[in-house]
């Protein structure tokens, strides 16, 4: 069993940054590929990035790509997201989550465990 709990969240203008961090209980951690997805009002849960259980692997979708970047501390049992270039567009909760499944899952229905997210909004 793996509780996530995400923080790091907040306000911020259109250009700035924000990094997410998210907490993982448990001693199974690093046995499992991590991902963050994010979900605005009225639409669905959507992938945002992907890591191995080791870290070396990472994947991420277009939209963020050279402006997000993806980590992951397997001795302290963390994992963020670090956000720069921010744009309104970016706004969602966003949503830590652990799957057995590798680091290419990208579908939110395969994944084992989430967190509660965090609210990221960005305005112009």
């Known amino acids: 069993q793996v509780q996530l709990v995400e923080s790091g969240g907040g306000l911020v203008q259109a250009g700035g940054s924000l990094r997410l961090s998210c907490a993982a209980s448990?001693?199974?951690?690093?046995?499992?590929?991590m991902g963050w997805f994010r979900q605005a009002p009225g639409k669905e849960r959507d992938f945002v990035a992907t890591?191995?259980?080791?870290?070396?692997?990472?994947y991420y979708v277009d939209s963020v790509k050279g402006r997000f970047t993806i980590s992951r501390d397997n001795a302290k049992n963390l994992m963020y997201l670090q956000m720069n270039s921010l744009k309104p567009e970016d706004t969602a909760v966003y949503y830590c989550?652990?799957?057995?499944?590798?680091?290419?899952?990208?579908?939110?229905?395969?994944?084992?465990?989430w967190g509660q997210g965090t609210q990221v909004t960005v305005f112009s």
């Open positions: 890591i191995s259980t080791s870290g070396g692997g990472t």
């Open positions: 448990g001693r199974t951690f690093s046995s499992y590929a």
């Open positions: 989550a652990a799957t057995s499944r590798g680091v290419r899952t990208t579908t939110p229905a395969r994944y084992d465990y």
